[in-house]
C-alpha cells in the first residue's frame, strides 16, 4: 500500500510540471504565434507594420484580391513568362546578391495570391519592403514595371499554375523554395546546387576541384551576407532545433517570429509547406519513420516488464511478512 501511495504522489507531481509549470513558463518565454493557414491576404501586415504605412499596404492586398478575381490566360501568360525566365533561368547567376530560384514547380509549390503580388511588388509581397525605404531596391524590382497591367499579371499567374511540371520531389521544392539562402550539410546542397564529386590529385593528396569550389560557395555566401546583412543558417538539422509549430509560423510569415529579420515571406501553399518540411526531415532526422515503428515496442515491453517485475517481487516476499 505505502508503494502505491509514493507512486501516487510521483505521478501527480510529475502531472503538474507536465500540463502546469512547463506549458506556463513556456507561454511566459516565448510570444505564441498563431499562423494564417497559409492565407496571404496581408492581413497579420497590416495589423503589424507602422502606422504611416497601413494604408499602402491595405491598398496593395486588396489590389491582389483583384487581380486574383481575374480569369488568367495561360497561353498569353506563356508569351509574357519569357521577361520572367530572363532572370529566372537554368544556370542563372547572382544578382543584386542572390541568385534567381528555378520557377520550374512555382506553380505547385506557392500561393496564388502570393503569386500575383510578388510581381506586383516582391518587396511588398515578401513583406520585407521595411528593408528597401531609402535607394535600395529589390534585386527583382523590374518586374513592376515589365508587367504591371493587372490582366498580364493574371495571365502569367495562370501559366505558371497550369504548366505544373510532374510530381515535385521534397527537394526540387526545397531547392526551388530555400536553398538559394540556405545551405543544407546533410542534404550535400550548397547556395550554388548539389556537391560536384570531386577527386584528390594523386601525387599531392589535394582536392584542387573541391577547393575552387569552396571558393565559389564562399563568394556566394559572402554575396548573401551583404545583400540580407547575415549569412542563413545552415538547415541541416533545423526541424531537431525547432518546434514545427515554430517552423510553420517562421516560414509563412518570418516577422511574426523575428520582428525586422531579412529573410522573405517565401509564401508556400500547403503542398510547398509539406514538401519543404519532408526535405528537412529526410536530412536532418532521418531516423524518424524507424523511432516511430519502434517507440510502440518498447512500450509494451515496459508494461509486460513492469508485471513480471511486480509478480517476481510477490513471490519473493511471500513468506516474510
Ligand atoms: C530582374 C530579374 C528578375 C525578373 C525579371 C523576375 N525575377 Fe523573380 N526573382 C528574382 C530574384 C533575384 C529573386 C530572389 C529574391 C530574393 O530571394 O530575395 C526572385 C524571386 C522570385 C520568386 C520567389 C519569391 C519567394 O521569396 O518565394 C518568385 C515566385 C518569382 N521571383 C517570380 C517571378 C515572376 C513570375 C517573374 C515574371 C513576372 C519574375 N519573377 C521576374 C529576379 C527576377
Ligand atoms: C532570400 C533568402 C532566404 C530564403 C529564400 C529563405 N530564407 Fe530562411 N532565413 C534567411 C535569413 C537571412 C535568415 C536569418 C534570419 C535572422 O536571423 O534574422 C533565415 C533564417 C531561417 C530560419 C532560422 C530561424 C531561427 O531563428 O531558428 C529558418 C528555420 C529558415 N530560415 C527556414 C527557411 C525555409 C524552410 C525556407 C524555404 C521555404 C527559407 N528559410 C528561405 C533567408 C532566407
Given amino acids: 500500500m505505502k ?18 509549470v512547463e506549458p506556463f513558463a513556456h507561454s511566459q518565454m516565448h510570444k505564441h504565434v498563431e499562423g494564417a493557414n497559409l492565407v496571404y491576404d496581408g492581413a497579420a501586415d497590416i495589423k503589424e507594420c507602422a502606422e504611416d504605412k497601413k494604408e499602402t499596404k491595405k491598398q496593395f492586398w486588396a489590389d491582389v484580391q483583384k487581380i486574383a478575381a481575374l480569369k488568367g490566360d495561360p497561353v498569353a501568360g506563356e508569351a509574357t513568362y519569357a521577361m520572367c525566365a530572363g532572370c529566372h533561368m537554368e544556370g542563372a547567376v547572382n544578382m543584386g546578391g542572390v541568385i ?25 509581397a515578401t513583406n520585407v519592403d521595411h528593408k ?11 518586374v513592376k514595371t515589365m508587367v504591371s497591367e493587372p490582366q498580364d499579371i493574371a495571365n502569367v499567374v495562370a501559366y505558371l499554375q497550369a504548366k505544373k511540371a510532374g510530381e515535385v520531389t521534397p527537394k526540387e521544392a526545397y531547392v526551388e523554395a530555400c536553398s538559394r ?35 565559389k560557395v564562399a563568394e556566394e555566401e559572402a554575396s548573401l551576407a551583404n545583400y540580407l546583412g547575415k549569412l542563413p ?9 525547432r518546434s ?13 517570429q523575428l520582428a525586422g529579420t531579412a529573410m522573405p515571406r517565401t509564401g508556400v501553399n500547403k503542398e510547398g509547406m509539406e514538401k519543404v518540411f519532408a526535405y528537412l526531415e529526410e536530412t536532418g532526422d ?3 519513420p524507424a523511432r516511430e515503428e519502434l517507440g510502440w515496442k518498447v512500450i509494451l515491453f515496459f508494461i509486460i516488464f513492469t508485471g513480471l517485475a511486480f509478480l517476481w517481487k510477490k513471490s519473493m516476499w511471500k513468506g516474510h511478512h
Fill in 3 to 20: 508503494e502505491l501511495k509514493i507512486f501516487g504522489i510521483v505521478v501527480v507531481f510529475t502531472l503538474i510540471l507536465y500540463w502546469g
Fill in 100 to 124: 534567381p530560384p528555378s520557377l520550374e514547380h512555382a506553380g505547385a509549390i506557392y500561393d496564388k495570391n502570393f503569386l500575383i503580388a510578388v510581381i506586383k511588388d516582391p518587396a511588398m
Fill in 132 to 142: 528597401y525605404a531609402d535607394t535600395m531596391t529589390h534585386p527583382m524590382g523590374s
Fill in 181 to 215: 539562402c540556405h545551405a543544407n550539410r546533410y542534404g550535400k546542397l550548397t547556395q550554388l546546387g548539389d556537391i560536384p564529386k570531386t577527386k584528390s590529385n594523386i601525387a599531392t593528396g589535394k582536392d584542387i576541384d573541391a577547393m575552387k569550389y569552396q571558393q
Fill in 233 to 241: 543558417p545552415d538547415l541541416s538539422i533545423i526541424i531537431r532545433a
Fill in 244 to 256: 514545427e509549430h515554430f517552423l510553420h509560423t517562421f516560414i509563412e510569415d518570418p516577422q511574426s
Fill in 286 to 288: 532521418p531516423s524518424k
